[in-house]
């Protein structure tokens, strides 16, 4: 009732505020309402629960999936909190002392430390007088100066981006591909990756056109993309990725899609994930270039979501930009095919979540469009902040620089996810009612879970079988992971999806937590 930040204490119904402690009451027969806590869930208490120390009973499971149906939450997400808040309200001891939270691709809210030259560049910008003292490299500061200059009074500039850090981003393109030519002109920066995306759409879906306008998208999917989709009133038409060839992208599967297509639809775009988010692929060159022929032939506008393009640690595998590939195809197809690259600071490495800072790319597009996408993308400018973190990610310390050796442990990180990547295919393979292909990219595991029947006829009375799996995980092991069915699956396969970009000790502990928890599962549904 202060309004201040709390945090729920692990295994305990008590709220920790600026004026004090209280305990969450029980009251009523259903779930209610109460103050909502620093996350902006609100805190639910039920009088099924007193008295409950052991297992979430079907009640609490009834009174939740009713509430998160009348209150429309999209996922898994509010639905753990609400069970998981009705339990803790009431003083329910769990073995563990922590929930530890992988569901999304925040690698610094999941303990992995922020890149310490883009903090320090950040905070010099914010504060100019810390370099004044000797505390920040000198090539920190330089930066900070540089870029300090460049935002004429704190004033975004251009509606496309700070100017000068759109210079930035079309070297590191140029650098990127091998000396293809890129121009600032075709470059906006924006307030992250899926706004730009959203906003492409925009351009691209007739909301009024019947039949309505269709985008084909890869399944799995991040649930954002469908919803931007729906919001805008075009369909969805879902291609489906080959698990049992490590998700490959076929050519066969997106002409399958465009048949199914056929009086529902007029597919105008296709939108590709690479590396794949969440199930881990790079495409090869070859794969990319089929694709490409193929979006020629049929008309389709190239939608490509590259923002884990640093991520990348198959040994056989390497990033190939759908621009590069396109330029290297050559001439009718690299000056006629439409393409939208995008890549954002929130995610990889920079791992940048809070500031919501990327950039898209234009390729090949009508100078009439253009214009108006300028005039689109003026309703929104990206705050200067993530400007700068955006300019840091495309232009990091190089050797020679002072900072140069303290950013090196960048690849540590790489190396600490290489050997997360290696345990989570070892121990998620050694079940045999699991099945995970080989991760190469992204961050994100996406491993098969062979359900057993009973389980599978157990949540069909409210839940999606792997929602109902992810579930007891969190209440039995304090785990949160998302369901398959979030990013969709082909009919009858069930999953699980976990972010991989976390410090090892976090990812055996987390292994360890399912291990346990998986045996115990399998054994009660046998």
């Known amino acids: 009732t202060s309004g201040q930040c709390c945090s729920m204490q692990p295994g305990w119904g008590r709220c920790t505020q600026a004026a004090g402690t209280r305990q969450a009451p029980g009251l009523g027969e259903s779930l209610v309402s109460l103050p909502l806590n620093c996350s902006g869930h609100q805190e639910p208490s039920c009088s099924h629960c007193v008295g409950q120390r052991g297992k979430i009973t079907d ?8 509430e998160w149906k009348k209150k429309k939450f999209k996922n898994i997400h509010c639905l ?4 998981f808040l009705c339990l803790n309200s009431q003083g329910v001891r769990k073995s563990y002392r922590e929930v530890i939270d992988v569901s999304w691709g925040d690698p610094h809210r999941a303990g992995v430390k922020p890149l310490s030259f883009v903090r320090q560049v950040l905070a010099a910008c914010l504060y100019p007088q810390l ?5 920040l490299m000198v090539d920190v500061k330089q930066r900070a100066q540089r870029l300090l200059k460049t935002c004429a009074g704190g004033s975004v500039g251009k509606t496309s981006g700070i100017p000068q850090i759109i210079q930035s981003v079309s070297e590191y393109i140029l650098r990127r591909d091998g000396g293809i030519p890129c121009h600032p002109e075709n470059i906006y920066i924006t307030p992250g990756s899926q706004w730009a995306l959203t906003n492409i759409l925009k351009v691209l879906v007739n909301s009024e056109a019947s039949p309505r306008t269709g985008v084909l998208i890869p399944v799995p999917c991040h649930s954002t993309t469908i919803v931007s989709l729906t919001a805008l009133g075009a369909v969805a038409v879902p291609y489906y990725l080959s698990e049992e060839r490590g998700w490959a992208l076929e050519v066969e599967t997106l002409q399958q899609a465009l048949d199914s297509a056929k009086g529902v639809c007029n597919p105008v775009a296709l939108y590709i994930i690479n590396p794949g988010n ?22 389709l506008f190239l939608l490509a979501d590259e923002v884990y393009q640093d991520c990348v640690y198959g040994k056989e595998s390497e990033f190939v930009s759908y621009k590069r590939a396109l330029a290297e195809i050559g001439a009718p197809l690299s000056d006629t095919v439409e393409l939208a690259s995008f890549h954002t600071a929130s995610k990889g490495l920079m791992g940048e979540c809070g500031l919501r800072t990327g950039y898209v790319e234009l390729v090949n597009l009508d100078p009439a469009v253009m214009k108006y996408i300028n005039n689109l993308f003026s309703t929104n400018s990206c705050p200067v902040l993530g400007q700068v973190a955006l300019d840091v990610m495309v232009n990091p310390p190089q050797p020679g620089d002072p900072s140069y050796p303290l950013y090196l442990k960048t690849q540590h990180i790489r190396a600490s996810l290489a050997e997360n990547v290696r345990r989570v295919e070892e121990v998620i393979n050694s079940f045999p009612s699991f099945s995970c292909q080989s991760l190469e990219g992204g961050a994100f595991a996406f491993p098969r879970v062979f ?19 992810c579930m007891r995980l969190l209440e039995e092991a304090g785990v949160l992971f998302s369901p398959g069915t979030e990013y969709g699956q082909m009919e009858g396969t069930y999953h699980i999806s976990f972010c991989i970009m976390t410090p090892t000790d976090t990812m055996e502990e987390i292994l360890k937590r399912l291990s346990t ?9 046998a």
């Not at 009640?59 to 009713?66: D, G, K, S, V």
């Not at 370099?131 to 505390?135: L, Q, T, V, W, Y």
């Not at 928890?517 to 549904?525: C, G, L, P």
């Open 59 to 66: 009640i609490h499971y009834t009174i939740a999936i009713r």
């Open 80 to 83: 753990s909190v609400l069970i």
């Open 131 to 135: 370099m004044d003292g000797d505390k």
């Open 278 to 299: 969440p199930a881990g692929y790079v495409q090869s060159r070859k794969c990319i270039q089929e694709v490409i022929h193929f979006a020629a032939e049929k008309k």
């Open 451 to 469: 359900l057993p029947p009973k389980a599978i006829e157990k949540a069909k009375a409210g839940l999606q079988p792997d929602t109902f799996y």
């Open 517 to 525: 928890f998986h045996k115990q599962f399998m054994r009660e549904f």
